[in-house]
T-cell receptor
């Protein structure tokens, strides 16, 4: 069975500092991996996805994630945090088969950005 | 283009009552998904419609939950009778196609509180 583990339910960084949100996955098949973000009172929005084309994936708002098969990781990074990045971030893996919309989510990481 | 719309945004009911949540997907999207996030836990898949047919309802917790999508447009999720453990945020998502490269568009969710 596939699963996703996000390390750290809360992460706090200073504005301008590096953002690193950790995600490890478990999958018996080559995974499709996603990062979603939820801003207050909004729906989940896709930040980026890995679909085996390239191990370093660039997303919106300056975020990127690197797929590391040897470490079964898909950590999300941003070089310089902005106040507007404060939100909850979810890592997810697509279930096997053709149901691309059937996602298995991690528990979420809430990012706080201090001025 | 209108996004995925869910209402109500909040619902507070007493244990034993009935609640119906509604989701209006993006026009033309055949795929509709329901997810739920119980407080402090991960977002979990409930079920998947393709047009008006239930493609996968493996995530439905028990027979107190009934989802419908008459005519393949909007969907409703009824909880009858509601229990305390049903409290959480219910998300709806839609997509125009299935497959591993599927892109989901999420609504902002319905916060359900069962007292």
């Amino acid at each position: 069975a596939q699963s996703v583990t996000q390390l750290g339910s809360h992460v706090s960084v200073s504005e301008g500092a590096l953002v690193l949100l950790r995600c490890n996955y478990s999958s018996s098949v080559p995974p499709y991996l996603f990062w979603y973000v939820q801003y207050p009172n909004q729906g989940l929005q896709l930040l980026l996805k890995y679909t085996s084309a390239a191990t370093l994936v660039k997303g919106i708002n300056g975020f990127e994630a690197e797929f590391k098969k040897s470490e079964t990781s898909f950590h999300l990074t941003k070089p310089s945090a902005h106040m507007s990045d404060a939100a909850e971030y979810f890592c997810a893996v697509s279930d096997q088969g053709n149901q691309g919309g059937k996602l298995i989510f991690g528990q979420g990481t809430e990012l706080s950005v201090k001025p | 283009e209108a996004g995925v719309t869910q209402f109500p945004s909040h619902s507070v009911i007493e244990k034993g009552q009935t609640v119906t949540l509604r989701c209006d997907p993006i026009s033309g999207h055949d795929n509709l998904y329901w997810y739920r996030r119980v407080m402090g836990k991960e977002i979990k898949f409930l079920l998947h419609f393709v047009k008006e047919s239930k493609q996968d309802e493996s995530g439905m917790p028990n027979n107190r939950f009934l989802a419908e999508r008459t005519g393949g447009t909007y969907s409703t999720l009824k909880v009858q009778p509601a229990e305390l453990e049903d409290s959480g945020v219910y998300f709806c998502a839609s997509s125009p196609w299935t497959g591993r490269n599927e892109k989901l568009f999420f609504g902002s969710g319905t916060q359900l509180s069962v007292l």
